[in-house]
């Protein structure tokens, strides 16, 4: 699976963002798809999840509540709604694929996943 994220950019506290994960190459629907990002000087960490036919979804403490996962499987894409972003959750954001089941424990760590984007940079001002 080929993944191509996009949406990123520079915003206001409190404002709202909406990424893009493009998928291309394999069958969209047979993969979960999470998403990830990584601030300046930090480890990679989980922002959340979403099954293969978007029935359920698991979030990072951190952004539940205020990020919402959804895709769209005729047309290959998962986004992440970002609302009422902060500061704190200035990063690049990765969106990833994983054939596995979600309900494990797999699906917040990086390794639990087989395919990831290049990466897009949200930045938000205080």
């Known amino acids: 699976v080929q993944l191509q994220a996009s949406g990123g950019g520079l915003v206001q506290a409190g404002d709202s963002l909406r990424l893009s994960c493009a998928a291309s190459?394999?069958?969209?629907?047979?993969?979960?798809m999470g998403w990830f990002r990584q601030a300046p000087g930090k480890e990679r960490e989980f922002v959340g999840v979403i099954s293969w036919s978007g029935g359920t979804t698991y979030y990072a403490d951190s952004v539940k509540g205020r990020f919402t996962i959804l895709r769209d499987n005729a047309e290959n894409t998962v986004f992440l709604q970002m609302n009422s972003l902060k500061p704190d959750d200035t990063a690049v954001y990765y969106c990833?694929?994983?054939?596995?089941?979600?309900?494990?424990?797999?699906?917040?760590?990086?390794?639990?996943?087989?395919?990831w984007g290049q990466g897009t940079l949200v930045t938000v001002s205080s």
């Open positions: 190459g394999r069958t969209f629907s047979d993969y979960a």
């Open positions: 990833a694929a994983r054939r596995s089941p979600i309900f494990t424990s797999t699906r917040a760590t990086a390794s639990g996943y087989d395919y």
